[in-house]
C-alpha cells in the first residue's frame, strides 16, 4: 500500500494543510482494497472486547446503539451505519495503512476507525476534535465539509453530538482509494450513495485539563512535589492580607519548578502508552523460553501486536529509558539504537537484533514481552 498526496510530499502536507485546512486526496491509494469484509467487521462488533456502535434514524429521530450486536436484520436495507473504534488492536493488516501517514509520531495516533453504511447511512454532521484521515473503501459516499467558527452543536442523541446546519466548502463524492483530510474543528456529514466502507486514520491529543488531571494522581500515587516554599530573603511586608508580586514569583516558581523534563517524560511517557481500548493481549504466561525466541527468530521475524503503543524520548533515550503499554521500561545505558528499534519498527528480525541476542538482560526483556504478548511470532506450529 502507497499513499500519493497528489504530488505534494509529505513536508508540504505538514506546512500547508496539517492542522490548518481540509483536503480532498484523490486516489490517494491506487487499487484500494478494503481491510476487511463487512461480515468480518459485523462479527468484529460480535465481540465484548471490541468497541462498536451503530447510528439509525427511528421516527426521524437519531438513535445510537453500543455492541457487542447479535443481529443486524431488524436494521433493513438503508439509513444506518455500524461502526468499529480500534481496527488496528484487532486486524494485523490494519498495520499497513498506518505506516502509510507515518511522517506524523506515533505518539499522536489515536486509532483506525472502520464504518460499514447502507445507502442513506451517516452519523450526521458533527465536529471533531481530533486530524482524520478518512480512506474511502468499497462504494461511495458523499462528504460536505464547513468552514471554522461558531458553530452550535446540540445533542441529536445522549450519545450523538450533531452541530447545526452549515454552508459547505467542499462538497464531494469519495471514490474507493478517495482521502479526505479533515483538521479539528471543521463541521462535516457524510451520507453514504451504496453500500460502502470507510477507513478512517485518526490522530488526537489530550486535553491540558485531562493531562493536568492525570498528572496530579501520577504526582500523589508516587508521593513526589513534596518541597515547600522558601523564603529566606523575605522582605517586610506592607499589608497582611496582601499576596505581592514578589510571593506571586515564588508561587508560580513552586509549580513550575516541579514541571522538569524528568517529570513531564516519565509521566507522559506512561500517560501516552496506555490503550484506550482493549488489547489482544493472552490471558496466560505464554510459556516462552529466551532459547525458544532465538530459535524462532531464525525462522521468522517477530511482530509487534496490533495496538502496542510503545516509545521513547530523545531526552531520555540515551540512559536507556522507553515506554511501553503504560509502563516505564529502563534497558540501561548504550542501548538507544535498540530502543529506537523496538519503538520504530513494526517487526523485528534475526538481524536487526542479533547485537543484542548476546546480552542475557536483553534477551530476557525481550522474552518477557512475548510471553505478555506485545511482540508475537505469527506462525507457530
Not at 460536505?144 to 441529536?156: I, M, Q, S, T
Not at 450523538?160 to 482521502?179: K, M, Q, R, S, Y
Request: charged letters at 25%; hydrophobic letters at 40%.
Amino acid at each position: 500500500m502507497q499513499l500519493d498526496l497528489n504530488g505534494i510530499t509529505p513536508q508540504q502536507f505538514l506546512e500547508q494543510y496539517w492542522q490548518k485546512k481540509p483536503l480532498v486526496i484523490r486516489q490517494g491509494f491506487k487499487n484500494f482494497q478494503d481491510l476487511l469484509s463487512p461480515e468480518e467487521m459485523a462479527g468484529l462488533a460480535c465481540d465484548e472486547m471490541v468497541e462498536s456502535r451503530r447510528v439509525f434514524k427511528a421516527n426521524d429521530e437519531w438513535q445510537a446503539e453500543f455492541g457487542p450486536f447479535e443481529s443486524y436484520e431488524e436494521l433493513g436495507e438503508k439509513d444506518w451505519t455500524l461502526i468499529v473504534q480500534a481496527l488496528n488492536n484487532w486486524l494485523p493488516e490494519a498495520e499497513e495503512l498506518i505506516q502509510c501517514f507515518d511522517f506524523i509520531p506515533r505518539w499522536r495516533f489515536d486509532d483506525v476507525m472502520v464504518s460499514y453504511a447502507t445507502p442513506g447511512g451517516g452519523v450526521g454532521p458533527h465536529i471533531d476534535l481530533y486530524d482524520v484521515f478518512i480512506c474511502q473503501g468499497s462504494g461511495r459516499r458523499r462528504w460536505r465539509v464547513g468552514d471554522l467558527g461558531p458553530h452550535k452543536e446540540f445533542a441529536a442523541h445522549p450519545a450523538l453530538l450533531h452541530t447545526e446546519a452549515f454552508d459547505p466548502i467542499i462538497d464531494v463524492e469519495l471514490l474507493p482509494g478517495d482521502i479526505l483530510y479533515l483538521p479539528p474543528g471543521y463541521p462535516h456529514d457524510g451520507v453514504t450513495l451504496e453500500p460502502s466502507m470507510s477507513f478512517s486514520v485518526g490522530y488526537r491529543t489530550a486535553s491540558a485539563k485531562d493531562m493536568v488531571s492525570a498528572m496530579a494522581d501520577h504526582i500523589i500515587d508516587n508521593d513526589l512535589c513534596n518541597e515547600q516554599i522558601a523564603d529566606p530573603d523575605r522582605e517586610l511586608a506592607n499589608g497582611s492580607g496582601v499576596v505581592n508580586h514578589s510571593d506571586l514569583a515564588r508561587i508560580k516558581q513552586q509549580l513550575f519548578s516541579t514541571l522538569d523534563d524528568k517529570l513531564i517524560s516519565e509521566f507522559s511517557g506512561r500517560y501516552l502508552t496506555q490503550s484506550k481500548c482493549e488489547l489482544d493481549l493472552p490471558e496466560d504466561h505464554l510459556g516462552f523460553q529466551s532459547l525458544d525466541v532465538t530459535e524462532q527468530l531464525k525462522l521468522q521475524p517477530l511482530v509487534k501486536l496490533g495496538g502496542l503503543r510503545c516509545l521513547y524520548f530523545e531526552a531520555t533515550a540515551a540512559d536507556g529509558m522507553l515506554y511501553i503499554n503504560g509502563e516505564q521500561i529502563q534497558l540501561g545505558e548504550t542501548k538507544e539504537s535498540l530502543i529506537a528499534l523496538l519503538c520504530d519498527s513494526q517487526q523485528l528480525t534475526l538481524e536487526a537484533l542479533t547485537p543484542w541476542l548476546a546480552d542475557d538482560e536483553t534477551l530476557n526483556q525481550l522474552t518477557d514481552w512475548v510471553n505478555a504478548g506485545y511482540w508475537y511470532f505469527d506462525d507457530i506450529e
